[in-house]
């Protein structure tokens, strides 16, 4: 009898121990919640790109091709026309990359022999004064037509636009000679079909009080009234598209 109450004691003890509670598992901490919240939460959107700012426009370049006249001989070269006609067009929202390629004493010759490399420079516009000094030399007529219409044509191929400048010579030295020469600027620009300044000294030329003592040579005061000549021309030419004549 004492074998079997020891028997049933033993299973109820077995028993007892089977029933025990398993340990809970043990609550995250807020931290740790915070932890894996932050990992798994939807990731905020990226800030818009801020909008990519227009490039500024391109200024069209602009060659003075010429002599003394251009060159502003006897004056800074601030005071040459060029220089003072490019602040104008700017002052009037219409920038230009000038280059002065006035050279004082040049000829018609001289000024194509320079083009080419004038030309890398790929300028939107060619402004071409030149003849004076042939003219003062006494060079036929013919000649200098014939190196001015390689000039402009030289231009336009390289998809250049082109301002041609009337010049005249005094009639002391012939006055048969003064009038041909006068008259090659607008039927080379009619032929060619380029725009003209009848004669860049317009109002300037045999003024004392408006050129140098040779009396040839605009001085400062000169120079402005020069630019003033020159730019509605150039104005209305860069108004225009750029020329097609040519791939750049």
Request: proline share 10%.
């Amino acid at each position: 009898m004492r074998r079997v109450l020891l028997l049933i004691a033993l299973l109820l003890l077995i028993a007892c121990r089977n029933e025990q509670p398993r340990a809970a598992a043990p609550t995250p901490s807020p931290a740790a919640t915070a932890v894996v919240a932050s990992t798994t939460a939807t990731p905020a959107a990226e800030p818009a790109a801020s909008p990519v700012a227009p490039a500024p426009r391109r200024q069209p370049v602009v060659v003075f091709l010429g002599d003394s006249l251009t060159a502003g001989l006897g004056l800074s070269a601030e005071e040459a026309w060029p220089t003072l006609l490019t602040e104008q067009l700017a002052a009037a929202g219409t920038p230009i990359r000038a280059v002065n390629a006035g050279v004082s004493g040049d000829t018609s010759a001289g000024g194509l022999r320079r083009l080419d490399w004038l030309l890398r420079q790929r300028p939107d516009v060619v402004v071409v004064e030149l003849g004076a000094n042939d003219g003062l030399r006494g060079q036929p007529v013919a000649g200098v037509e014939a190196n001015l219409r390689k000039i402009v044509e030289r231009s336009r191929a390289a998809a250049a636009r082109v301002l041609l400048i009337g010049l005249r010579v005094p009639p002391s030295l012939g006055g048969e000679y003064a009038t041909r020469f006068a008259e090659l600027y607008p039927r080379l620009a009619r032929e060619l079909d380029v725009p003209l300044v009848p004669f860049l000294l317009e109002g300037v030329a045999g003024d004392p009080d408006l050129n140098l003592p040779d009396g040839i040579h605009p001085n400062a005061e000169g120079q402005r009234r020069v630019a003033a000549v020159v730019r509605p021309h150039l104005e209305r030419l860069l108004a225009e598209p750029p020329a097609a004549t040519a791939a750049r």
